[in-house]
């Protein structure tokens, strides 16, 4: 689109046009919630601060709350100063960035509420020359996310746009729905009203530095990707632990559990960016195009064998860092006999040229030893046993193998498991890690995934939010699974402590292949 | 994403510890940011043995902090991601090079070498390791530290290869490497020897001296841009003064394209003159005239004759297969903001008028009543009434992160040479 732009206007060229932000209203939905106040805000903020937002910018904030102008932009302060200790609070900078924050008190369930929004955009947009460019960011529970969406429709703030218009935008947090018929059933409500390319399906993990640096970790790098194949990699392992319990969202985890919570949207991204083929292009459509592919090659769970292929688990009481801490059960606004698992460990299996045979073991749960999020690829061992004296952990025919680790969470960086000789008259092997860590390699701080995200949706770029093929093959996926652990209720719940690594049963599914999970 | 105010360097946290150790205090003067001297041809072994030093004392010191709690001990990091040369004179030049390495090295973790000359009787060459160590973003529990070696060069006549055999072998292979070289040493036989071993040249061509007579100042900006063009082949050169330029050329730009005060990119076929208004004399001519370029060369005119004289510098173009020119007008604007200050294009229909003025910290770009702002990348400059210009750290900054090889600015640069070749003052 730049090439063609390039040859209509000469000065285009060499000119990083790609970043290039219009004027625009941010509209948020459920502003007076801790999403806005822990990340929306402070995002907004930290691009300000960049010079990333243009002159021409309102952020107006809406929720059943009743606050005025300045009650709204007091208490975003606050917040800011509050959770985000790493953004540089200045009374000076603030106070320019407040002048574009507005907040209307609304109920979204009437059409009243629609006409004061839309009243106000109006005014504001004469005010700040934001010329009716809409984005409408839905941080609100996933229930309202159909009236809100059918609201905005029915009084005219959302249209259905041809083709090459890119306004107005929707930005809706997961969940996508709750199942795969739910989540079809508001992808077709929404295209009612919006195209595809107008709608924004954010997926936090994507907009993580170390997420993003895994395609260019593959595809800007010559040596790893001629490894990057059934013939030298072993089997891979991605790990989702949490210390955290539920934090106060008791009622929604319950229903939502382990796999729709971070399997089938988190995890599953991290998959494809790690098994995707390399895209034609950097182009929005070319990366979603491919990682949708790796969904489609994932061998589907068949009901009759998927014990073998999955494992549950729900936390009973334990300790986390020193203190005891309750059972899932035990949680506010949870039933004492919930079945919901907050563990999830899954053994998948691509059916494809290059990963055909390599198994991609997968583990998500809370209230884990450690809060670590990790991509472990795993190759193949060398094929003879050259050195003796191999220290440290090896498997049982005493042999390592190399490690390859994206480290997602908390400290973003890549290690790399190699064996080196130590120092002495003997021919003993030591295996240690060689490290990049984002924090230390470079002295800027990194933006958070907040930033990136909101950032590509004020451009125009979709391509680190998830499209709707990519929610549905990954609903698919997961379905039988789901309808298996709900139609066969657990009967050994709470199978895991607390401050464990999860139930016996998730190191037996790996085990049953010769493999165990890594010790984090 | 670097824009947000840097973490300020501090120095080491941790002299009571290392003032313990047991290399006589040498180890913390190192990390504390002073010069230490050092052998020149052992400048390597020696900087290895203060890293060791560091990490043994840091070992020690964490035993210790485990059996007690007042241990003020803060872990060091050693970081490089670059090699930054910077080649300068002795005395001030020196010293503002000096504290644009402990900028520099806030935000990007490098092996610094500052290349001193110094005019001394007798010949010789010294050299001097220290470490510049501050916190990371946000933590206060580990600090980073990047090694800076000086490398003095003194004598009757610099000897350029001279100097360049002591610095190039310091370079870090297969890192980054950018030489900064100070305006009185941008020659390219000077230069020229360091480039065998770096891979990136920093000119500045805002650098004049003032009170040079007209011929002498063209003379001088004519070289330093022949240079850039010359040595492309060689390695990335970035003109600062080009990077200054970035938020006009993108307002001017996206004047043609789909914004609001959307002009038909054919109508730079029909373009009369273009006045551009600029202050900080010599510094600021640089720039309005690499502007001028800048566009001259993307819609391919040829300058045909220019002349400088106190009221400013015109010069005129013509169109290729047509009779019709176009005239240039720079004008320097006393006691305004250095820098470019405004911009006016005009058509020869008259329909379009397109203007892009520095209001409020931002660009403003209107024409025929319709107008947009857009914001300068600069956060030093950003709604600061009076300043346009980054400050130089921010633009070194922005050099490291961002820049490639840029055809675009040989472009324009081939362009002024021309152009200041049928100049007359």
């Not at chain 1, 006999?337 to 809370?366: H, Q």
């Not at chain 2, 470490?131 to 990371?136: G, V």
Request: charged share 25%.
């Amino acid at each position: 689109m730049i090439e063609e732009k390039v040859l209509d206007n000469p000065l285009l060229e060499g000119l990083a046009l790609d970043r290039h932000v219009d004027s625009l209203s941010f509209v948020i939905f459920g502003a007076h919630g801790d999403l806005t106040k822990r990340k929306l805000v402070p995002a907004m903020y930290a691009l300000f601060l960049q010079g990333l937002l243009p002159r021409g910018f309102v952020l107006l904030g809406t929720s059943r709350t009743k606050m005025t102008d300045d009650e709204f932009r007091n208490l975003m302060r606050d917040s800011l100063i509050k959770f985000a200790p790493d953004l540089p609070y200045e009374e000076d900078s603030w106070s320019r960035f407040a002048t574009s924050l507005y907040y209307r008190a609304t109920d979204s369930s009437t059409a009243e509420g629609y006409e004061v929004i839309k009243s106000t955009l109006a005014e504001l947009d004469a005010k700040h020359g934001t010329k009716g460019r809409h984005v409408f960011y839905l941080s609100t529970s996933p229930s309202l996310y159909l009236p809100i969406i059918k609201g905005l429709a029915a009084s005219g703030l959302v249209t259905k746009a041809k083709v090459n218009e890119a306004w107005p935008r929707v930005v809706i947090e997961k969940p996508f729905g709750h199942d795969l018929a739910s989540s079809i059933a508001l992808d077709e409500s929404i295209h009612e009203v919006m195209r595809e390319h107008q709608v924004y399906r954010i997926d936090h993990y994507l907009g993580k530095e170390t997420v993003q640096n895994i395609m260019v970790f593959r595809f800007a790098n010559g040596i790893f990707e001629p490894l990057w194949n059934r013939n030298h990699i072993d089997h891979i392992q991605i790990t989702n632990a949490e210390t955290i319990g539920v934090e106060g969202r008791g009622a929604y985890y319950q229903e939502a559990g382990a796999l729709r919570d971070m399997v089938q949207n988190h995890l599953m991204q991290l998959l494809a960016l790690v098994l995707m083929e390399p895209p034609i292009s950097m182009g929005a459509e070319a990366t979603r195009d491919e990682k949708i592919k790796v969904l489609r090659c994932l061998k589907p769970l068949n009901p009759a064998t998927i014990d073998k292929h999955a494992v549950r688990g729900q936390y009973g009481e334990g300790f986390i860092v020193g203190s005891q801490v309750p059972g899932f059960r035990e949680e506010e606004s949870v039933s004492p006999d919930a079945p919901t698992p907050t563990f999830a460990a899954l053994k998948l299996e691509v059916d494809n040229w290059r990963w055909a045979g390599v198994p991609i073991y997968m583990r998500s749960g809370k209230r884990l030893a450690k809060s670590i999020t990790e991509v472990a690829v795993h190759f193949k061992k060398a094929p003879h046993r050259l050195f003796e004296g191999d220290q440290g952990e090896a498997d049982a025919d005493g042999r390592h193998d190399n490690v390859l680790v994206m480290q997602i969470q908390p400290e973003e960086g890549i290690s790399l498991k190699f064996a080196t000789k130590q120092p002495g008259p003997t021919t003993m092997v030591r295996w240690l890690n060689m490290d990049f860590k984002y924090g230390t390699a470079f002295g800027a701080r990194t933006p958070t995934a907040y930033e990136r995200l909101i950032l590509d949706c004020l451009i125009g770029d979709p391509s680190l939010y998830a499209r709707t093929d990519f929610v549905e093959a990954s609903w698919q996926y997961i379905e039988p699974l789901l309808e298996h652990w709900d139609n066969e209720k657990p009967a050994d719940f709470p199978n895991y402590k607390a401050g464990s690594w999860g139930p016996k049963a998730a190191d037996d599914l790996i085990a049953s292949t010769g493999h165990a999970w890594r010790k984090l | 994403m670097s824009n947000l105010p840097s973490v300020p360097t501090t120095g080491l946290q941790n002299s009571q510890d290392l003032q313990n150790s047991q290399d006589d205090g040498r180890t913390l003067s190192f990390l504390s940011g002073n010069l230490a001297q050092v052998d020149v041809a052992k400048i390597e072994r020696e900087l290895s043995r203060l890293w060791d030093s560091a990490g043994r004392a840091a070992q020690d010191n964490s035993a210790e902090a485990i059996s007690d709690s007042k241990s003020s001990w803060t872990p060091v990091i050693r970081a490089c991601a670059l090699n930054v040369v910077l080649l300068c004179d002795e005395g001030k030049n020196e010293r503002e090079f000096e504290n644009l390495l402990a900028e520099i090295t806030v935000r990007h973790p490098c092996r610094a070498i500052l290349a001193v000359i110094a005019l001394a009787q007798v010949e010789k060459v010294e050299a001097w390791v220290t470490a510049h160590c501050h916190f990371l973003p946000g933590r206060l529990d580990k600090q980073m530290c990047c090694e800076q070696i000086t490398v003095k060069w003194s004598g009757q006549s610099f000897k350029s290869e001279g100097l360049a055999s002591v610095v190039t072998p310091l370079v870090i292979p297969e890192l980054p490497s950018w030489l900064f070289a100070g305006s009185t040493h941008l020659t390219r036989g000077v230069v020229e020897p360091f480039l065998a071993y770096l891979d990136h040249l920093l000119i500045d061509s805002r650098f004049s001296d003032d009170t040079a007579v007209c011929e002498e100042r063209l003379t001088a900006l004519k070289s330093k841009w022949q240079i850039a063009i010359d040595l492309a082949d060689r390695a990335v050169v970035v003109d600062l003064a080009w990077l200054t330029l970035s938020a006009w050329r993108k307002a001017i730009a996206l004047a043609f394209d789909d914004t609001d005060v959307s002009i038909k990119p054919s109508r730079l076929q029909a373009v009369k003159a273009i006045t551009i208004n600029y202050g900080g004399d010599a510094k600021g001519f640089s720039q309005a005239l690499l502007l001028a370029s800048w566009l001259t060369s993307r819609i391919k005119l040829e300058p045909t004759a220019a002349s400088l004289s106190s009221s400013g510098w015109q010069a005129q173009y013509s169109k290729p297969g047509s009779t019709e020119t176009m005239q240039v007008n720079l004008v320097s604007v006393a006691d305004s903001c250095t820098g470019i200050n405004s911009f006016e294009m005009t058509f020869t229909d008259g329909s379009d008028k397109l203007n892009v003025d520095f209001v409020s910290g931002a660009l403003k770009v209107s024409n025929a009543g319709n107008y947009e702002y857009m914001e300068l990348p600069w956060s030093s400059a950003r709604d600061k009434e009076g300043s346009v210009e980054p400050v130089f750290n921010e633009l070194v900054d922005f050099a490291f992160e961002h820049y490639a090889k840029d055809g675009v600015f040989l472009a324009a640069a081939q362009h002024a040479v021309k152009l200041l070749g049928n100049c007359q003052c």
